[in-house]
């Protein structure tokens, strides 16, 4: 069955050919519309900071440290007010262990890996090196594998989670990767080599890399949540016991996979470019409709940059310049004072300093 799959898989794929390459001529958009909405975006959280240097909570390091991230990737330093007591909030939650979280968190992972991603955007004279360093032990020591006593067998090993779920799931994951990454760690990293492996195993597709019981029942090429713990995908199951795949979980799949080092021609990279080309939508976070918007439009910024795609063809043969597209999207969902709001309020999405992070997380990766 595995080879007849991979056969079909093969044929499917050849009309795709390589990933799309710089040389498409994506126009880019418009360098003052960028513009102006990056500034009134940064403009916003600015406002919206509050005086111990938080945003939303002072007791929600994710947020604040989304908002830090947004702000730095839209071109302010540390020298910047605003970013100063960012950072200096954020400091107040280095613990001991080197994790960098609220006292009565459940989410370590993500929250140290948020702000780990802040520290190493600010350290070019190494003042945060120990911060760092300190982070990138306790991350390695969250991660299922043999410390907590799994074999790479185990559909659980290589991934992160929250930690109040007992169970990984791809989004603590991609994090993991990219805040492991940003501290300069290497893709044949052990670290990283485990996490592949669980990434490979929220994808839809029946290959050697993917042992679970899902693999062929949806056998789409994209990604879902957590196969782990009775598997879940937040876009719901197919008749047949399938997982769905949905857009921000297959890009944030496919990011994670070229960070660890699969190059364009590996099975997995090109089943999920098919899948993204098949599904290609900015009005939606395709398979979850307006839930989890802006959290997809970051992470589809973050692959197809990091992908070094400029220009994308779709299944239909239509070409998207991605990055004017997405910008004309979010200039026009902007609100009047700088913020993004979404009315899905699912997954926080109602609150405008995170979706507003997201934002200009995502412009970030819009320009030249």
Same mark, same amino acid.
């Not at 360098?31 to 909405?37: I, R, S």
């Given at each position: ?224 949540? !957590? ?10 199951? !197919? ?63 973050? !692959? ?6 400029? !220009? ?57």
């Amino acid at each position: 069955m595995y080879r007849s799959c991979q056969l079909l898989l093969t044929l499917s794929l050849a009309i795709i050919g390589s990933l799309p390459a710089s040389s498409l001529d994506a126009a880019g958009p418009d360098p003052a519309v960028l513009k102006k909405t990056v500034s009134q975006g940064v403009a916003f959280l600015k406002t919206s900071q509050a005086e111990d240097g938080s945003w939303t909570s002072p007791t929600a390091p994710g947020v604040s440290g989304l908002a830090m991230n947004g702000l730095l990737d839209a071109g302010l330093t540390a020298d910047d007010p605003t970013v100063k007591k960012g950072l200096a909030h954020l400091e107040s939650f280095v613990k001991k262990d080197g994790g960098i979280y609220y006292k009565d968190s459940t989410h370590r992972n993500y929250e140290t890996c948020i702000a780990m991603m802040v520290f190493t955007k600010v350290n070019a004279d190494g003042r945060y090196d120990s911060i760092i360093r300190n982070a990138e032990k306790f991350l390695r020591g969250l991660q299922w594998d043999e410390g907590e006593g799994l074999e790479s067998s185990d559909i659980a090993y290589g991934g992160a989670g929250y930690g109040g779920h007992k169970r990984p799931d791809l989004s603590n994951t991609q994090f993991l990767i990219e805040a492991l990454k940003s501290a300069g760690v290497k893709n044949d990293d052990p670290a990283i080599q485990k996490a592949l492996q669980f990434v490979s195993r929220t994808q839809n597709l029946e290959t050697e890399n993917n042992n679970t019981e899902f693999a062929a029942k949806v056998n789409d090429g994209g990604f879902y949540y !957590t196969p782990a713990a009775g598997g879940e995908s937040k876009a719901g199951k !197919t008749a047949n016991g399938g997982l769905r795949s949905y857009a921000s979980m297959t890009y944030a799949g496919l990011k994670s996979m070229v960070y660890a080092g699969l190059e364009k021609d590996d099975p997995r990279v090109k089943a999920a470019w098919e899948w993204i080309t098949k599904y290609y939508n900015l009005d939606e976070n395709p398979g979850m409709g307006q839930q989890g918007l802006f959290y997809y439009y970051q992470t589809f910024a973050k !692959t197809l940059d990091v992908m070094d795609v400029d !220009t994308l063809e779709d299944s239909l043969g239509r070409k998207h310049d991605w990055r004017a597209e997405l910008t004309g999207k979010l200039a026009e969902s902007q609100r009047a004072n700088g913020s993004w709001i979404n009315d899905a309020d699912r997954w926080y999405e109602g609150d405008p300093n995170l979706v507003t992070a997201y934002a200009l997380m995502a412009l970030s990766r819009c320009g030249e």
